[in-house]
């Protein structure tokens, strides 16, 4: 079964710019959550779907953010324009039952953001 | 003051150690507790989940709560060099669908 794939891997942007993020879940899982780890500071909540349906977006940092999950299956993460601030690893995670609680969070590898 | 504070160390062991890896807390609302273990340039995994307080084991994993000093740990048994990682805890609270991570404490097992 294939994991949580996310791309691109590693984006480098310069300041202004726009970068668009993208994750595939697990097939089934309704529930997917999008996290942030800038450096040196701790993984941080950004905001969780299920399905098509944004559940909590308390995370995100600014309107400059956009997230979306069309159809309930991959999402998407834009950012627009990108400050420096913005650099670090984004992560999504996805989850068949309601996590963390009642079930197991499985997250991508990441996709590294860098903003010059 | 962050919710959840964890060493970053490094960390280094001699192989076959017990490593002791812990956190603390702010938030006393937090039931759900857990241990993600991270390897360079992958995603965290979950490694242990407690609810409330007590202790599990899971191998040569154990993970304890003390809710009254909201204090967590993680104890690593005959380390190996496969555990060397980055180990992270994570809370939540009952109803939240989002957890609360350490900085995470970097380990290395040494041969």
């Known amino acids: 079964e294939a994991g949580v794939t996310q791309f691109p891997s590693h984006s480098v942007i310069e300041k202004g710019q726009t970068v668009t993020l993208r994750c595939d879940p697990i097939s089934g899982h309704d529930n997917l959550y999008w996290y942030r780890r800038v450096m040196g500071k701790e993984i941080k909540f950004l905001l969780h779907?299920?399905?098509?349906?944004?559940?909590?977006e308390s995370g995100m940092p600014n309107n400059r953010f956009l997230a979306e999950r069309t159809g309930g299956t991959y999402s998407t993460l834009k950012v627009q324009p990108a400050e420096l601030e913005d650099s670090g690893v984004y992560f999504c995670?996805?989850?068949?039952?309601?996590?963390?609680?009642?079930?197991?969070?499985?997250f991508g590898e990441g996709s590294r953001l860098t903003v010059l | 003051q962050k919710e959840v504070e964890q060493d970053p160390g490094p960390l280094s062991v001699p192989e076959g150690a017990i490593v002791s890896l812990n956190c603390t807390y702010s938030n006393s609302a937090f039931q759900y507790f857990m241990w993600y273990r991270q390897y360079s340039r992958k995603g965290p995994e979950l490694l242990m989940y407690t609810y409330s307080s007590g202790n599990k084991e899971d191998g040569r994993f154990t993970a304890q709560v003390d809710k009254s000093s909201k204090y967590i740990s993680l104890f690593i048994r005959d380390s190996q060099p496969s555990d060397s990682a980055t180990y992270l805890c994570?809370?939540?609270?009952?109803?939240?669908?989002?957890?609360?991570f350490g900085q995470g404490t970097r380990l290395t097992i040494n041969p």
């Open positions: 779907f299920v399905k098509e349906s944004k559940q909590d």
């Open positions: 994570a809370m939540s609270v009952p109803g939240a669908q989002k957890l609360v």
């Open positions: 995670a996805s989850s068949q039952e309601l996590a963390p609680n009642t079930g197991e969070l499985f």
